[in-house]
């Protein structure tokens, strides 16, 4: 069951983030999260597609689920890719008994621990614009409440995708999605130049940099590039609260 005063925070915060000019890297990353925390899983990603079609990474809750996210696309099978090209979900799948649907996803997400895979269309009538994808350690079903929270949460993110496309054309929007996918690489780059700096891995070097970005009201794109150009020293950020 979905820890439901954590999912309902999680969907007033998300809704808070929908600003005029807000980042589409951020609050997809801060969906991830709480997809984690809200739900009754261990990890969650966002792909999105870009404007040539190809899916890309664009937010996730750890960077053991990046990577494997990453591998998802190379190999090209896994639930992400399916929920994505089918625009259904695709739930309650057991990694150790998939059998030739996605089997070379399903030996590395098993490797990696996890043990059952879920994923939810980002759709909006008939457009689909990528996939939330969310992995449990332990195998079996996700109950009905938490495939509908889950739903509530990647329909969140579409809303976040396409808010402005009632007042912009297609061109603009994609723009926007290739922008994304950009700040994506960037965003990468500064989490391992403080990783590094600090000593530290890098779901801890993405936290810090969201912190930072957030207690000095900066767009955590900007923030990034600055770090990554080599205009912010990366050991200079704001210290993670004790709890973080």
């Known amino acids: 069951m979905p820890n439901q005063a954590l999912l309902v925070q999680s969907l007033v915060d998300l809704a808070d983030n929908l600003v005029d000019d807000f980042d589409v890297v951020d609050v997809l990353s801060l969906l991830s999260d709480r997809c984690v925390y809200a739900l009754d899983v261990t990890a969650a990603g ?47 799948i057991d990694l150790a008994a998939v059998g030739s649907r996605w089997p ?57 995708i396409v808010q402005h496309q009632i007042v912009i054309d297609a061109q603009t929007l994609n723009s926007q999605l290739s922008a994304a996918l950009n700040t994506r690489i960037v965003i990468e780059q500064a989490k391992g130049k403080i990783a590094q700096a600090t000593d530290t891995d890098m779901d801890r070097a993405f936290r810090r940099l969201r912190h930072h970005a957030r207690n000095h009201n900066q767009r955590l794109g900007d923030l990034a590039a600055r770090i990554a150009q080599g205009a912010i020293d990366p050991g200079s950020l704001d210290h993670l609260p004790a709890s973080g």
């Open 46 to 92: 966002v792909m999105l597609a870009a404007p040539s079609g190809t899916l890309e990474v664009i937010a996730s809750s750890s960077d053991t689920m990046r990577t494997l996210e990453m591998f998802q696309l190379q190999s090209d099978e896994g639930p992400c890719l399916e929920a994505y090209r089918t625009g259904r979900q695709v739930v309650n």
């Open 104 to 160: 070379t996803f399903a030996a590395h997400a098993t490797a990696d621990g996890f043990g059952s895979a879920h994923s939810f269309p980002l759709r909006l009538r008939r457009r689909t614009l990528g996939a939330l994808n969310l992995l449990r350690i332990e195998p079996g079903a996700l109950d009905e409440a938490d495939i509908a929270a889950a739903q509530a949460l990647a329909d969140i993110a579409t809303i976040a």
